[in-house]
């Protein structure tokens, strides 16, 4: 199996996180006799977050020959590389979350159009904001969707959007981005970015002492995100993501068992690797195989499949999770990302 993710580069916290989750549920799935009688090997595919590097480690890794792949996690590189995996015969379980790549695999994380009204909801309802300056990264297809989906929301709700900026990815202070936002004078400033870009944003608003209250969107969602920003910052700064591996009621022995065997603690989507993998062993049980018809026909028929991040069910029109698990996220004292529960009464949220 192929796990495809940023394994080098700015995000290679996030993709390393995936791979050991994609390994624990291979070592899991081995000890029980592995896959269709065969066990199971995790074959990283490292795409460092760029798509003509993913097509390149894909293509690859097609040729060295692959039964299934979960992956990739940035959907700029997935509208290249799942089409390649699809035309090989194999359904992607992805980790995608722009709505272009609706319809290639399967999913069991959200999805922008799943992300935007939480956000809407969140600066509304919880945060109270009749102002809001965006600022988005234009260079990849989830912040674009999602900042322009995020915008049509609010000015929907009667929300004044002061800036719709956009933001150069790979710089290493974003300073005078953030003196530009809050000379708008919005109530909020949300950034659209990854969490390399979300993290030193929010550094330079508690830095500079901006007035506004800072929002880091569901891309910034990984520990990456505290450890860029500080601890400080961070905590200033909520994020719409998904529920911790902490937050999750049925995730406590998965939680052990990664931090036995790799000696930290899991990353925000190493369970959610860990269940694609898992959920993958399922449908090919099903199937009686890996054959992409049956395969995908199993994966459409999942419904309150229990994983660790909680029950699954796959709307089969496009084989997303319904419902998504979208939260707002804090920061602890210690550094860890977990569901804000003034957010959560606020909104009637059931987390």
Not at 8 to 20: F, H
Not at 303 to 332: C, M
Request: aromatic residues 8%.
């Amino acid at each position: 199996l192929g796990m495809e993710g940023p394994l080098s580069g700015d995000q290679k916290v996030t993709g390393v996180g995936m791979l050991y989750g994609a390994q624990l549920a291979a070592e899991q799935l081995n000890a029980k006799g592995g896959i269709d009688g065969r066990q199971v090997e995790i074959v990283p595919i490292d795409d460092a977050a760029d798509a003509p590097t993913g097509v390149k480690a894909a293509n690859a890794a097609i040729k060295a020959g692959l039964d299934g792949v979960v992956g990739p996690y940035n959907s700029g590189v997935g509208v290249k590389t799942l089409p390649l995996y699809e035309k090989a015969g194999l359904v992607p379980i992805r980790l995608t979350s722009d709505s272009a790549t609706n319809g290639m695999g399967f999913t069991l994380q959200p999805m922008d159009y799943q992300i935007a009204p939480v956000a809407s909801k969140a600066l509304t309802q919880w945060l109270k904001a009749k102002s809001v300056a965006i600022a988005y990264d234009p260079t990849q297809n989830y912040t674009t969707s999602v900042s322009a989906a995020l915008k049509k929301d609010l000015e929907a709700a009667g929300v004044k959007i002061t800036a719709f900026e956009k933001v150069k990815p790979g710089a290493k202070d974003y300073s005078s981005t953030v003196k530009q936002l809050a000379a708008t004078n919005p109530d909020v400033i949300y950034a659209a970015t990854y969490f390399p870009e979300g993290g030193l944003i929010a550094k330079a608003m508690l830095d500079q002492k901006v007035q506004a209250k800072c929002v880091a969107d569901y891309a910034s969602a990984d520990p990456g995100f505290v450890t860029t920003a500080g601890t400080k910052a961070a905590q200033n700064c909520p994020v719409v993501g998904v529920p911790s591996p902490q937050d999750f009621p049925h995730a406590t022995q998965f939680h052990a068992d990664y931090e036995k065997k790799f000696k930290q603690a899991p990353g925000t989507w190493s369970p959610y690797v860990f269940d694609s993998v898992n959920i993958l062993a399922d449908a090919v049980k099903q199937a009686g195989g890996f054959d992409a018809a049956k395969l995908g026909a199993a994966l459409k028929a999942e419904k309150d499949w229990p994983g660790v991040t909680g029950s699954v069910t796959i709307d089969p029109s496009n084989g997303n999770r319904d419902p998504a698990t979208v939260v707002l996220l804090d920061t602890s004292p210690s550094g860890e990302l977990t569901v804000d529960q003034g957010w959560a009464k606020a909104v009637g949220a059931p987390y």
